[in-house]
């Protein structure tokens, strides 16, 4: 499913679990990609539930390349891999 309105982007980083979207009505416990530079970018695998995604879970902890759609600072992405 590509986005034919935004390009295609590579980022890697370690992914974590933190609250995003504080002090919203959708606040709740998310997956964040942080960058070398320090910059964080919440995850949410295209086409999966952005406040539960088992397969988005299973990325927490793992240093990986993420390749998606970035809106602010959403990733929306369709494949991750690990990086050595």
């Known amino acids: 499913m590509r ?3 935004r390009p295609l982007v590579r980022v890697k980083g370690h992914v ?4 995003v979207q504080r002090g919203t009505a959708s606040e709740h416990e998310g997956v964040v990609l942080v960058t070398a530079a320090g910059k964080r ?5 295209l086409g999966g539930n952005p406040f539960a995604d088992e397969e988005t879970q ?3 902890g ?3 390349e ?3 759609y970035r809106i602010g600072d959403e990733l929306r992405f369709v494949d991750a ?4």
């Open 66 to 68: 993420v390749k998606g």
């Open 41 to 45: 970018l919440r995850l949410v695998r």
């Open 16 to 19: 974590k679990a933190e609250v």
């Open 58 to 60: 299973r990325l927490v």
């Open 81 to 84: 891999r690990d990086v050595e």
């Open 3 to 5: 986005d034919p309105q």
């Open 62 to 64: 793992r240093e990986v």
